[in-house]
């Protein structure tokens, strides 16, 4: 999934390979017959458009994991919505002034918040089950 490789150029500090990562990620979303979402899902997906957008226009990692906050609660909400696959919501509270979240496939922690040395700092708070699994 395209929001998984945006999440792991973060957790590298990889600001190049995150610009590209959500290049590839804002592709993706343009393939996706949105007249099948509700009202509500086609919201979320404007809101991870447009912090995808903010992520390939931002020229640091600070400013692109900010965006990458405002995408990846869209993105959890879209994803309780839709539910395509099993996946854990992760948290830091370290993250920004109170915290933030994300998505991953696993339950091992990867922060994408985080310098390299707090990288596994966080903690599952929930797990959404797909129906598709």
């Known amino acids: 999934m395209a929001y998984f490789q945006l999440k792991a150029a973060l957790v590298a500090s990889d600001g190049g390979r995150a610009k590209a990562r959500a290049a590839t990620l804002l592709n993706v979303l343009d393939q996706l017959d949105r007249r099948r979402l509700s009202a ?3 919201q979320r997906l404007l809101a991870i ?19 990458f906050g405002d ?12 539910r395509p696959a099993t996946v854990y919501v992760q948290f830091s509270s370290s993250a ?5 979240y994300w998505l991953s496939g696993t339950k091992q922690i990867e922060n994408p918040y985080a310098e390299h040395r707090q990288r596994r700092q966080g903690r599952v708070i929930n797990v959404i089950k797909g129906v598709v699994n």
């Open 40 to 42: 509500t899902d086609q």
């Open 96 to 100: 920004f002034p109170h915290g933030a």
């Open 71 to 82: 995408l990846s609660l869209a993105m959890i909400a879209l994803v309780r919505s839709t």
């Open 49 to 67: 458009d447009t912090a995808a957008f903010s992520i390939c226009k931002s020229s640091n990692v600070t400013g692109q994991r900010r965006f």
